[in-house]
């Protein structure tokens, strides 16, 4: 059996995240643990995003697993890329770990800057951060959110942070659809799932709506964690109201792990468990609608069905949907002009979207978009 432990917490105090974390990860501890000297925790750090937006993982939960692990004596990095060419600096600061790191003796990586290793699964290449071959332990913690292109974001989606930030880039333009794109997905998580130690997903605050980054925040008061990455995505997916074919890339996963279903342990009290009035329609429709018309049809059928980002006069002119569009479809503002998005370059990857601070880009949909989801 595939065990997913799950706890309700109400908050980010300290104290009981410290709990959760002691109790979740010393069932896991091996001999492993113990002669390995370097940690690294893997949070999702989308962008500059404060962590009452519930974009990122919180730093408090990150704060539990530091104490964690510098009690047990290790060495521990937190580390991450960034989407686009975020500030990673400002990254820091904002999503509260360069607090963390004047706090404690920790260390803050970008993995965009330690190099890579180009790796090949079923003809998909990946350009993977070297940090994943440099520490015994590696922690994976995740955000519960929805998400525009596959749908759901947990700890799988989770490990494409560890593709170096501009390589993010080109891949969104070389897999711009939500079938290829989870194709890649896979493959990434072929590549590295064998060097994850342990995987969270913080959904004490978490996002529904239209996630990653500009849907509604959420308090659904829960800390879910396993050594299963596509088990525990099965688990919390469910949980939000997905099905199993609601998540393109999840029944893959869960296949070429040979994870059955029916062999996933949840506790008693979350068997029959779902959490209400979560808006799951903005992004499930889209996909489920989009991945099952035939190819034949399916370039008439998108011009009918189609959702492309439209910049707002709440843009604040900060420039990193210009820098994150992988297709050089956004021109750049200037003093009285809005950034500008030329539709004809436009690969409808919503990257714009999913990285602009401000919430200040809305899709616009057409008719048959907005009657179907």
């Not at 990455?229 to 099905?243: C, E, N, T």
């Not at 949907?321 to 500008?340: G, H, M, Q, W, Y």
Request: net charge positive; hydrophobic share 40%; proline share 5%.
């Amino acid at each position: 059996m595939t065990k997913i432990q799950i706890r309700r917490i109400d908050g980010y105090d300290l104290p009981p995240l410290q709990e959760a974390v002691g109790e979740f990860l010393n069932q896991e501890l091996n001999s492993h643990w113990k002669h390995s000297k370097k940690v690294l925790l893997k949070p999702n750090l989308l962008g500059a995003f404060p962590p009452e937006r519930a974009v990122t993982t919180h730093p408090a939960l990150l704060e539990a697993l530091i104490l964690y692990f510098l009690d047990m004596g290790k060495e521990v990095c937190i580390g991450d890329s960034p989407g686009g060419t975020v500030n990673v600096e400002k990254v820091w600061q904002t999503c509260g770990l360069r607090d963390l790191a004047e706090r404690y003796p920790i260390q803050l990586i970008n993995l965009s800057t330690v190099g890579y290793r180009e790796l090949v699964y079923e003809d998909i290449s990946v350009k993977i951060s070297e940090v994943l071959w440099d520490y015994g332990i590696i922690i994976n913690i995740g955000k519960l959110k929805t998400h525009g292109l596959v749908g759901f974001t947990g700890a799988l989606k989770n490990l494409f942070g560890l593709v170096p930030g501009l390589a993010k880039s080109d891949y969104h333009r070389l897999y711009p659809n939500t079938n290829d794109f989870c194709k890649l997905l896979v493959a990434n998580y072929q590549l590295t799932k064998e060097h994850i130690t342990y995987s969270f997903i913080d959904g004490i605050l978490g996002m529904d709506g239209a996630g990653p980054s500009a849907g509604r925040v959420r308090k659904f008061g829960l800390l879910l964690g396993s050594k299963s990455i596509s088990a525990l995505d099965y688990v919390a997916s469910r949980l939000m109201g997905f099905q199993l074919k609601d998540v393109p890339y999840l029944w893959t996963a869960l296949h070429k792990d040979g994870q059955l279903i029916s062999e996933i342990q949840i506790p008693t009290s979350f068997q029959h468990f779902k959490l209400s009035d979560v808006d799951i329609r903005t992004v499930k429709m889209s996909n489920k609608v989009l991945r099952y018309i035939p190819k034949i049809v399916r370039y008439p059928f998108q011009r009918l069905y189609d959702r492309r980002p439209v910049i707002t006069s709440r843009c604040q002119k900060c420039g990193i949907c210009v820098t994150s569009c992988p297709a050089k479809a956004i021109s750049p503002p200037d003093r009285l002009n809005f950034p500008v998005i030329d539709r004809s370059k436009c690969i409808k990857c919503l990257c714009c979207h999913e990285m602009c601070s401000y919430e200040a880009i809305d899709i616009h949909k057409t008719l048959l978009a907005r009657l179907l989801g």
